[in-house]
């Protein structure tokens, strides 16, 4: 048993209190590999903004879990050698999908970890919830929940339909399981394609596809039934397309890629929702950069010539996020 207290982290309980409070949503980035993990912890350190660190299932098999362990371990030293002195960093599970899973994240120095029962009937969702929250609970480790369906892919994570949030049910979830934020469906999906070009318009100077708004009038009836309560929103990548452009000029192939707006986005963390999950703006940015390289530079063939560009690239996107969508800059001095 590794306590995350012992690796320096913390857990979400008190930045989402001061975020849903203070106005501004706290940054969740993916991350499975050293050069996402230094760009996020430059980019939270020079803007000393809190963080959350997450992991997929998909991720931590992918990296292991351990070496995940130790590398979450060294972005708080990292942190402070960049001169932060006191760092919030959250390491958290993303979409966990069992007990197991979760015990097993809790085990291993996690801070936070998410039970994604959304898929399951709505009883069975609050018992797996309350089951992780009553374990994870014991070692002060804090438990995201979610309710309602996202549509989209996202490593092991996949729904062909989705469906809004309830908010009759929220009062009753939320209390029944004891969870510390609760992740709603207002309109969000994992990905890159967010929107099919039939749920979109198109804008006829740009021809890009311009999405429908997010379900706010949801969002505010939650906010309404759980004054205060942490939210969380899935599947908010804007999925810029200066990267898309860059991707496609470069011999890649994303026709019609669209996300979230950014002043959707900005709108929304000045409400409850205090925790923005970003992984495939990340994904972009780095596979912009690599794929002008070596389009560029086909005689290029030292990692670092690539990868270095890709991670100065995924920092500048996290301090965009941070300090012109989210708002969290300044907010863990
Ligand atoms: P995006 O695919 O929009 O980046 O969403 C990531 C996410 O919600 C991780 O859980």
Not at 128 to 155: I, N, P, R, S, W
Request: proline letters at 5%; one cysteine or more; glycine letters at 6%.
């Amino acid at each position: 048993m590794v306590s995350y207290k012992e690796l320096g982290l913390v857990n979400t309980r008190e930045m989402f209190a001061k975020a849903v409070a203070g106005g501004y949503a706290i940054p969740a980035f993916n991350f499975n590999n050293m050069e996402q993990l230094q760009a996020i912890i430059q980019a939270s350190a020079e803007t000393k903004s809190p963080v959350i660190l997450q992991v997929s299932k998909g991720a931590r098999n992918y990296a292991n879990q351990t070496l995940l362990r130790y590398m979450a371990e060294g972005a708080v030293e990292y942190a402070k050698e960049l001169g932060w002195e006191h760092p919030q960093i959250v390491l958290h599970l993303d979409h966990g999908d069992s007990f197991e899973l979760c015990k097993s994240c809790v085990d291993m120095g996690f801070s936070s970890v998410m039970i994604d029962a959304s898929s399951k009937p709505y009883e069975e969702n609050i018992a797996l919830t309350k089951k992780v929250v009553e374990y994870a609970h014991q070692f002060d480790v804090t438990v995201e929940a979610e309710l309602g369906v996202l549509a989209g892919v996202e490593d092991e994570v996949s729904a062909e339909e989705s469906h809004y949030t309830k908010p009759e049910e929220v009062i009753d979830f939320a209390t029944r399981t004891g969870c510390d934020s609760l992740a709603i469906s207002i309109g969000t999906s994992h990905g890159a394609y967010k929107f099919t070009p039939e749920q979109c318009t198109r804008d006829p100077k740009t021809g890009r596809l311009v999405p429908p708004p997010l379900a706010f009038n949801v969002l505010h009836e939650i906010e309404k039934k759980l004054p205060g309560f942490p939210i969380v929103l899935h599947g908010s990548s804007s999925v810029p397309q200066e990267y898309v452009d860059i991707i496609n000029e470069h011999g890649g192939k994303l026709p019609d890629a669209v996300g979230i707006p950014e002043e959707q986005l900005r709108e929304a963390s000045k409400s409850a929702v205090c925790k923005i999950n970003i992984d495939s703006d990340s994904r972009l940015a780095m596979t912009a950069a690599i794929r002008k390289v070596f389009d560029e530079k086909p005689g290029e063939f030292d990692p670092r010539k690539y990868l270095g560009p890709a991670r100065d690239e995924m920092k500048k996107l996290y301090m965009h996020k941070i300090v012109n969508v989210l708002g969290s800059d300044g907010k863990a001095l």
